[in-house]
């Protein structure tokens, strides 16, 4: 149990610049609260204690303004930031590491009972104010815009602005390929960097990775210059990364989270 608060915690730290301290989190941090809520009343939903787990969610919703059937399904490291006025439908899925932002309703448009709410893959992030409504998927990694209506499926990656929602075509596609590649050459591991993200410690190595191409490229012209001159001074390889290292670096700090 308290291995899952600690991610939660670590999961505000990873998505909003403005959290301090873990004892801030606990404290004032209403998105956390609704989904511990939820975890309780999830839970006695599923023992069939559907009319205890309704007040538990009520209980959730009057203390922090955000509204999660006890019948939605939630899952990992899920972060609503700010809250208020969120409503989740008893038929909705969230994947892991979702954001959800104040005054989003993830709804139905029909009274069928059966699946009538959205699926939210993983790393999905719906914008303040967006309504994601019907029982269709919204892809691993799609961004919906603040304001947006969205009431059909949208493919992973993408994201979608505007009532109705559409696809905004993404130029940066090329760009993502490219930092991929020289994080790789790196031997660096490139989940995570991505404009997508909206950490600003994921940004800050985006743009480095951008300049370290632009070097790179400009030593290879040099070497190339050199190399017409006659000089072999490129001929020496560079000092490998090896995946050790990084180990190395990770071991050291698990031991001080520790
Ligand atoms: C949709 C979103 C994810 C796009 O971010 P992005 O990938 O950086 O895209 P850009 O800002 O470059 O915008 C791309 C285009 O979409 C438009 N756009 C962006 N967000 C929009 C929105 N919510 N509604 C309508 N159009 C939007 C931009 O004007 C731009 O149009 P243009 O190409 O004609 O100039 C982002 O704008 C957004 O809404 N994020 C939610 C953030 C939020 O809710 N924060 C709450 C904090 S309290």
Same mark, same amino acid.
């Given at each position: 149990m308290f291995e899952r608060l600690r991610e939660d915690i670590q999961s505000v #730290?990873?998505? $909003?610049?403005a959290a301090r301290n873990? #004892?801030?989190?606990l404290t004032c941090y209403p998105g956390m609260h609704a989904i511990w809520i939820h975890r309780l009343s999830g839970a006695l939903w599923g023992m069939g204690w559907k009319w205890l787990a309704r007040? /538990?969610?009520? #209980? &959730?919703?009057w203390l922090t303004g955000i509204e999660i059937h006890p019948g939605a399904k939630v899952g990992r490291r899920f972060f609503i930031d700010h809250g208020m006025g969120i409503v989740i439908g008893?038929? %909705?899925?969230?994947g892991d590491d979702v954001t959800l932002y104040q005054g989003v309703?993830? =709804? =139905?448009?029909?009274? +069928? *009972? &059966?699946?009538?709410?959205?699926?939210l893959e993983d790393g999905v992030v719906v914008g303040a104010g967006a309504k994601v409504l019907g029982p269709f998927t919204v892809g691993a990694g799609a961004k919906v815009g603040s +304001? %947006? /209506?969205?009431? *059909? %499926?949208?493919?992973a990656g993408a994201t979608v602005v505007g009532i109705p929602g559409r696809i905004i075509v993404k130029s940066d596609d090329e760009q993502q390929a490219k930092r991929k590649a020289m994080a790789e050459k790196l031997g660096f591991d490139a989940y995570g960097v991505s404009e997508d993200m909206p950490d600003p410690v994921a940004r800050a190595i985006g743009q480095l990775l951008d300049h370290l191409q632009a070097v790179d490229g400009r030593l290879e012209g040099m070497c190339g210059a050199l190399k017409d001159l006659g000089s072999n001074y490129c001929a *020496?390889?560079?000092?490998?990364?090896r995946d050790e290292d990084f180990a190395g670096v990770k071991d *050291? $700090? $698990?031991s001080q989270v520790g």
């Open positions: #730290f990873h998505r $909003d610049p873990a #004892f801030e989190v007040l /538990v969610s009520n #209980f &959730g919703r008893e038929t %909705a899925e969230i309703t993830l =709804g =139905g448009t029909s009274w +069928n *009972k &059966g699946k009538r709410h959205p699926t +304001n %947006a /209506v969205v009431t *059909k %499926a949208v493919p *020496k390889d560079l000092p490998v990364l *050291k $700090d $698990d």
